[in-house]
């Protein structure tokens, strides 16, 4: 009896060990499962790859306002003397000339100025034009002085120093600037292939 007694209780140890460790695995389980590691990217679905977003691009420069010119590149205006190569010019005024010898036109008279660097430099009133959008004019041939437009720049071959000045006349189409674009007055002595053209702005409204 005392024999059978002592096996019984040897028989029961290994059920409570086990257990013990039953009991301690369930423990780390719920520990595991409380403690859930972050997730550092979104889950996807099954047979997908998850892609990066990209970065934002930069804002887009905005346009430049419709008819901006740089003001670097832009031909001066009137009162400001222009340097050529070989002489100096000058827009000083524009008046309204009458009679208007086109129908529907305007004749206007142009008052210029050039100043010689070097001997032989010739002057012309056929050397100035008037041009807008592409299309030039050349000046009017007159040998008077319109009414409000004189005194005529003459032609003269100039020594170095001196200068010359006078009215260049044009008579103005109606077809010649329509869209009222800026007119520029440009000149370059054509009996010098090397001479540097110039030009200049009108004052708006003088066409």
């Known amino acids: ?7 019984k209780r040897r028989a029961r140890l290994p059920t409570a060990a086990v257990a013990s460790v039953l009991a301690l695995v369930l423990f780390a389980q719920c520990r595991r499962q409380d403690v859930a590691p972050p997730q550092t990217t979104p889950p996807v679905a099954n047979g997908a790859r998850a892609v990066a977003e990209p970065l ?3 804002p887009a420069p905005a346009p430049a306002a419709e008819g901006a010119t740089d003001e670097a590149s832009a031909p001066a205006s009137k009162g400001t003397w222009l340097e050529g190569n070989i002489y100096r010019f000058r827009l000083d005024d524009v008046r309204k000339c009458s009679p208007t010898a086109v129908a529907g036109g305007a004749r206007i008279g142009v008052v210029v100025r050039v100043a010689s660097k070097v001997d032989e430099v010739f002057v012309a009133p056929r050397d100035v034009k008037l041009e807008s959008g592409g299309v030039i004019l050349d000046s009017a041939i007159v040998t008077k002085a319109p009414d409000g ?3 005529l720049l003459a032609p003269k071959s100039m020594r170095a120093g001196k200068t ?3 009215v260049v006349v044009f008579d103005v189409p109606p077809e010649f ?4 674009r800026p007119v520029k007055i440009t000149y370059q002595p054509t009996r010098w292939g090397g001479a540097k053209r110039v ?3 009108l004052p708006p409204g003088s066409v």
């Open 56 to 58: 934002a691009a930069p």
């Open 149 to 151: 437009c004189g005194p």
């Open 1 to 7: 009896m005392y024999l059978f007694r002592i096996v």
């Open 199 to 201: 030009e200049a702005l």
């Open 164 to 166: 010359n000045d006078g």
């Open 177 to 180: 600037n329509p869209d009222h």
